[in-house]
């Protein structure tokens, strides 16, 4: 039997129980994500933009879901400490695929603010809620957010009003924990107002050996001069399967700020969709992935330059050694009448053995005349010039290889505009490529394990 046709049979037979334990938003959608679901399956390598990662094979295997929402017997709060020195955030926790709000300490807001769960949302603003969720994720374009919507059951809601600037970071954690091999479905949804700001930091944090499939749905709204930095940051096991969907929606003069750093995974697949729907719209895309053993990293964009005088720019790199595969295929798409744009792609990759291998297909698609529009790609190895002319000044190889590994990063991590953050990315990164990231130091539970 197909893996779909599981997943359909499963639906059917608990299509009760999924209901009972969301909110009746989240269930409206769930016949036509079905329809779609049927119909897409899961991407496969017989489709372009998965010729290179096979998603279909990843549901394959046998995993549970918790359909019950079962508590987990932990408290993030007591065992989890992965702050960044020098960087007040807002600290919230989604425990596998639901917001964990026992214990959720009191924090001050501003006025209109919201952050926590979609079920109290929708009771709170339900005009604001009715009019955002399920709208950006089409589910009628890819099989895993179809997946996502018809099996999902909480997400975690950021609302920022009109004028509000939230001056710290949020920073959602995201656990997964489970005694078996488990299956979650995450959603987010960001709704920035106009005049808003905010900044967050999604960190995926695996903490047993079992194996986790993730599938993640991210809805983002930004109102006219919104201002909206999300980085991502992604330690899970090597047994953990991550796969991410961005979909970003920008009005006029907005400036949305994406980074994703992998240090530590097994399989992923990140989407991340962006339409420039406002004149003066700016997105800034970027990640750094380090990945040895097998691990498989695969980022894919696409970037809709639909009015004009816009500008984009993406800088992806990666760090390959041993047998690990890496994939970027990126493609902006400039539409008729986005006179005035500014597109820029650019992908740099180091393969440090040759069993490592590299796809990349950056794509451009034009349909204006007066516009500044670039793409590039390089894949190669270590420069053996530099590496020479560092050992003559007396630096071990080691040492040599690590700093030029570490520079080859330098200019994705200075786009982070959180300057702890940013320093405290330097020095993950530092410590990944000296394979000494295994554990957290500010986790009780990593280091009792």
Not at 71 to 94: A, G, H, K, Q, W
Not at 207 to 212: E, G, I, N, S
Not at 320 to 340: M, S, W, Y
């Amino acid at each position: 039997m197909k893996p779909e046709q599981t997943y359909i049979d499963l639906y059917k037979q608990y299509q009760a129980m999924l209901a009972q334990h969301a909110p009746g938003l989240m269930n409206r959608w769930r016949d036509k994500a079905l329809q779609d679901f049927e119909r897409l399956g899961f991407p496969s390598t017989s489709e372009e933009n998965y010729l290179y990662s096979d998603i279909s094979g990843k549901f394959a295997e046998e995993y549970g879901m918790n359909l019950r929402r079962l508590d987990f017997p932990i408290n993030p709060y007591e065992v989890f400490r992965c702050d960044v020195p020098n960087l007040s955030t807002l600290l919230y926790f989604m425990v596998n695929d639901t917001f964990y709000a026992k214990q959720l300490r009191a924090i001050s807001l501003p006025k209109g603010v919201f952050i926590g769960s979609i079920a109290d949302f929708a009771m709170e603003y339900p005009e604001i809620a009715e009019k955002h969720y399920e709208v950006l994720a089409k589910t009628s374009n890819d099989g895993t957010t179809a997946f996502n919507t018809l099996f999902v059951q909480d997400a975690f809601v950021l609302y920022v009003p009109e004028d509000v600037v939230l001056d710290k970071a949020i920073q959602l954690v995201n656990i997964l924990r489970s005694d078996v091999d488990l299956l979650v479905n995450r959603r987010f949804l960001v709704i920035l107002e106009d005049r808003a700001e905010a900044k967050l930091l999604l960190c995926d944090h695996g903490m047993d050996r079992v194996k986790f499939l993730a599938t993640q749905v991210t809805e983002v709204y930004l109102g006219k001069n919104a201002l909206f930095d999300l980085y991502e940051l992604e330690e899970n096991t090597p047994r953990t399967t991550r796969l991410s969907s961005i979909y970003v929606d920008q009005q006029d003069s907005s400036r949305f700020s994406h980074n994703v750093i992998t240090l530590n995974n097994g399989f992923t697949r990140n989407n991340l969709y962006i339409s420039l729907k406002g004149e003066r719209a700016e997105a800034l895309a970027g990640g750094v992935a380090i990945a040895d053993t097998e691990q498989h990293i695969d980022n894919f964009t696409w970037v809709n330059h639909e009015k004009a005088n816009c500008h984009s720019n993406e800088l992806y790199k990666y760090i390959l050694d041993d047998k690990a595969t890496g994939v970027f295929n990126g493609r902006i798409i400039v539409h008729p009448g986005a006179q005035k744009t500014e597109a820029y792609q650019t992908n740099r990759n180091l393969c440090l053995t040759k069993e490592a291998k590299m796809y990349s297909k950056p794509q451009l698609e034009i349909y204006a005349d007066d516009v500044k529009c670039s793409h590039g790609l390089t894949t190669g190895q270590i420069d053996e010039n530099a590496l020479f002319y560092l050992r003559s000044r007396g630096i071990s190889k080691e040492e040599a290889l690590l700093l030029l590994k570490f520079a080859f990063t330098s200019d994705v991590l200075d786009r982070i505009h959180l300057e702890p953050l940013r320093d405290r990315l330097r020095l993950l990164i530092e410590k990944r490529l000296r394979d000494e990231l295994s554990k957290c130091e500010r986790c009780s539970v990593c280091n009792d394990n």
